[in-house]
């Protein structure tokens, strides 16, 4: 099997790839050859965001494969998401503009909302102000408004689906009531540490899919993972258990944390600016976890989010205060 055979069937009817290439922090020439080495491996999902600042380096490379045909657009998957700053009605247009632009797309495959929170954008240079310690908020986030705005991009055909991320569940009961098109995706954290199950369970009874972030524990953010005078979180990649695994199947640490995500049929989509391990990442369609083996993964879930979201937690929205 290989990575870009590999799909999901979304409650749309599009098909979705199941793995892909993250880019959070992944910035100036090394995202352009991130996305360049993903796309010569298989890699069809790509997943970026307004947020990231990243969308016109990747936008030269899928322009760059495109103009040469070494890639069909219909192919491609590419993931973009609402800026923090715009999440309001009457900026969602703006910012899927704004991307399409960037990107050098004429839509994207899928469109989400961030994360439950509209920041101020006093200074629209700004994308994350900042106030007494805490992301500058500007109120509640109006969901119905939103959730309409993001709709009609999908009737203008500049997004093929949309869908949301960071939501906990009763947020995401909040769009579906109104929905005349139902999100396909939640983009949460999810990984062996915080498996989400209560929320999949949630989920999947309205027929969206888990896109899995963070699924190999994060490793590289440690820095913003950490609350100020808290510990820093375990590494997931260290797991004495992931580490029996990986000897017993001959495959890497991230290699089985990523697996076991995809056995879930969650869509999985691990970052990287290395080469090596964007292709050692790819490298999961030729192996499968045993029913035991799932299960001992299973049993290390400690409920644990290592991304905090300390600088918005004074935010009206603010999600993880829910326990699903
Ligand atoms: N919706 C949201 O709010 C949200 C939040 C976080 C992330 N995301 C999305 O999800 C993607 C993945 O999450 P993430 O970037 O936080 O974490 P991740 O994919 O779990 O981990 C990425 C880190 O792991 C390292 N790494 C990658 N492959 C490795 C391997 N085989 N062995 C050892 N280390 C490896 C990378 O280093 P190098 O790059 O140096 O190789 C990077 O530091 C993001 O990039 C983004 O697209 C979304």
Known sequence: MSISTQNIPLNNGIKMPVFGLGTWQSKSEEVKTAVRTALDVGYRLIDTAFNYQNEDLIGEVLEEYLKTDRVKREDLFITTKLGSILTRPTDVGYSLSESLRKLRLSYVDLFLIHIPLVLKKNDPGNLFPMKDGQLDHDGNVDFEGVWKEMENLVFEGKAKSIGVSNF????????????????????????????QRKLENV????????????PIGSPGSSAMLTVPGEAPP?????????ANLATKYN?????????????????????????????????????????????TIERIDKDLRMFKFHIMINAPDFPFSDPV
Do not use: W
């Not at 009874?205 to 899995?212: H, Q, S, T």
């Not at 375990?234 to 992931?242: G, Q, R």
């Open 168 to 195: 906990n569940a009763s947020q995401v009961e909040r769009i579906l009531k109104v929905a005349r098109v139902k999100p396909v995706v939640n983009q949460v954290e999810c990984h062996a540490y915080l498996q």
């Open 203 to 214: 989920l999947q009874k309205n027929g969206i899919v888990i896109m899995a972030y963070g």
């Open 234 to 242: 375990p590494v997931l990649l260290e797991d004495p258990v992931i």
């Open 251 to 295: 495959k890497s640490p991230a290699q089985i944390l990523i697996r076991n995500l995809l056995q879930r049929n969650l869509i999985v989509i691990p970052k990287s600016v290395t080469p090596s391990r964007i292709r050692e990442n790819g490298n999961v369609f030729d192996f499968n976890l045993s029913p035991e083996d799932m299960l």
